[in-house]
């Protein structure tokens, strides 16, 4: 069974950073391409990014698009999302998945592509 831990969410100000981090327990990410997501209390499920197994192809919302990167370690079995510039709107929590099967690049939608979730992270930007 395939299951991710998300860790490295915590309550920062308005402008400053985080970095997540999502580890692949049980099984290599070689193969798979993951994504980062985010849900805020009242609001659907919303893609934030994803990489490619390669970590070559990568892709943003338009929202994070400047001040998230996506990165990965497949050696660590680890995706990072490296947050900067953090806003109150980005307060949710925030989960890493993997698609069980994907067809060329990876997309953000629709969310019922990816099969694997972790518990998520609570990130929280407040002064």
């Known amino acids: 069974q395939l299951q991710f831990v998300e860790s490295g969410g915590g309550l920062v100000q308005p402008g400053g950073s985080l970095r997540l981090s999502c580890f692949a327990s049980?099984?290599?990410?070689?193969?798979?391409?993951v994504g980062w997501f985010r849900q805020a209390p009242g609001k659907e499920r919303e893609g934030v990014s994803c990489?490619?197994?390669?970590?070559?192809?990568?892709n943003y919302a338009d929202s994070v698009k400047g001040r998230f990167t996506i990165s990965r370690d497949n050696a660590k079995r680890t995706v990072y999302l490296q947050m900067n510039n953090l806003k109150p709107e980005d307060t949710a929590v925030y989960y890493c998945?993997?698609?069980?099967?994907?067809?060329?690049?990876?997309?953000?939608?629709?969310?019922?592509?990816?099969?694997?979730w972790g518990q998520g992270t609570q990130v929280t930007v407040s002064s």
């Open positions: 998945a993997a698609p069980m099967i994907l067809v060329g690049l990876c997309k953000l939608t629709p969310t019922g592509q990816y099969n694997y």
């Open positions: 049980g099984f290599t990410l070689d193969h798979y391409a």
């Open positions: 990489i490619m197994s390669s970590g070559g192809s990568t």
